[in-house]
């Protein structure tokens, strides 16, 4: 993973080198116009850190629930991004936010439980401490998020490749002092508690076993490395999200992805329709909608507190102020 955000960076390097001028997004040159500073590199280690810490969590916890039940716990991230941002960015939400990020959740949960309901016998049972890590996961991602808004929101002097680049630098970096001491960490099923997936070879880490394994069939090395240019995509364009609109949207965002999952798992044959997981993703991609007002509830005044309407309220504000300066002022005939 952190190897595929690296790759932004090389890709960032390589532009520069060329004199590309086209890696500066709008936001960066706006920034550069009004002579904003670009934050130090290094707190990019603090996303990553959150990023190495999420994904291990989220590794850890899908290793004893099932995967529906991994996908209704994510939601969850939803709740604690749109927490922390009102705490630590100061933004304000209004009803058609909490309505749209309600759906979106709701929408995951109908998709859960419906999958949990036709899972075939013997699927995999749900283990509570495999929730309590997806719990300190989704704590971890909102954190990583917010994290991202604010460095590349604060400035915006960094582009979106870059700043994926620097904090894959920076991941790297922390695996390659914290997997040496993993390795060394006597780890059996039988007394940490942990499975057989979560704790194959005796120890927390074992990377030269994983190396083989990588290297040693052709498909599963042709997987790895179409997974980190994936995930390189996917955390630039996440990224550049936070940058145009905010971490809150990225997050509401983010959970609609299952719906091209489900849609692609269901033209390979690896799963079949149900109609009630249509419905889930259909809440769930209006719920988006909603929140990023793309589509407006027009009752009850709910729309009220709408971008472009505040814009309009203001501006209109404005001009009746100017108004009345200019009647105030001009001389009687």
């Known amino acids: 993973m952190m190897m595929g955000e690296y790759l932004c960076l ?29 934050p130090n590199r290094l707190l990019f280690a603090i996303p ?10 989220n590794f850890f916890g899908l290793s004893r629930v099932a995967a529906s039940v991994y996908q209704m716990m994510r939601a969850f991230m939803i709740v604690v991004t749109a927490t922390f941002s009102v705490i630590f960015l100061k933004r304000k939400y209004y009803v ?23 899972s075939t016998p013997g699927a995999k049972t749900t283990d509570p401490i495999g929730i309590l890590f997806l719990l300190c996961a989704q704590f971890f991602s909102g954190g990583m998020m917010v994290t991202e808004e604010k460095l590349i929101k604060g400035s915006g002097q960094v582009t979106p490749l870059l700043a994926i680049g620097l904090e894959g630098l920076s991941g790297c970096s ?20 942990l499975n057989d997936i979560a704790c194959p070879y005796g120890h927390f ?23 980190m240019v994936s995930i390189g995509f996917f955390n630039f364009f996440g990224i550049s999200i936070t940058q145009v609109l905010s971490s809150s949207s990225r997050a509401v965002i983010d959970p609609t992805r299952t719906l091209f999952i489900w849609i ?15 419905v889930g993703f259909f809440i769930s991609t209006t719920g988006m909608l909603i929140f990023n007002e793309i589509i407006p509830i027009p009752f009850w005044g709910i729309d009220y507190n709408w971008s472009k309407k505040i814009i309009e309220r203001n501006k ?9 300066i200019l009647k105030a002022i001009k001389p009687a005939s």
């Open 10 to 38: 090389v890709a960032y390097g390589y532009k520069t080198w060329r004199g590309d001028n086209s890696i500066k997004s709008t936001a960066s040159k706006k920034a550069e116009a009004e002579g904003k500073k670009e």
């Open 48 to 57: 990553a850190t959150f990023d190495v810490c999420g994904s291990t969590c």
């Open 96 to 118: 058609h936010h909490m309505i749209g990020i309600c759906l979106v959740i709701g929408g995951v949960i109908v998709v859960g439980t419906v999958t949990i309901h036709n």
């Open 174 to 193: 922390l695996l390659i002092i914290m997997i040496p001491f993993l390795s060394m960490i006597p780890c059996t099923p039988e007394k940490s508690g």
């Open 205 to 227: 880490e074992d990377a030269p076993s994983a190396i083989a394994q990588i290297f040693g069939e052709t498909e599963l090395t042709l997987l790895v490395f179409g997974s």
């Open 264 to 278: 692609m798992s269901i033209f390979l044959g690896w799963e079949h329709f149900i109609f009630l997981q249509l």
């Open 316 to 324: 209109k504000r404005t001009e009746y102020i100017e108004t009345g």
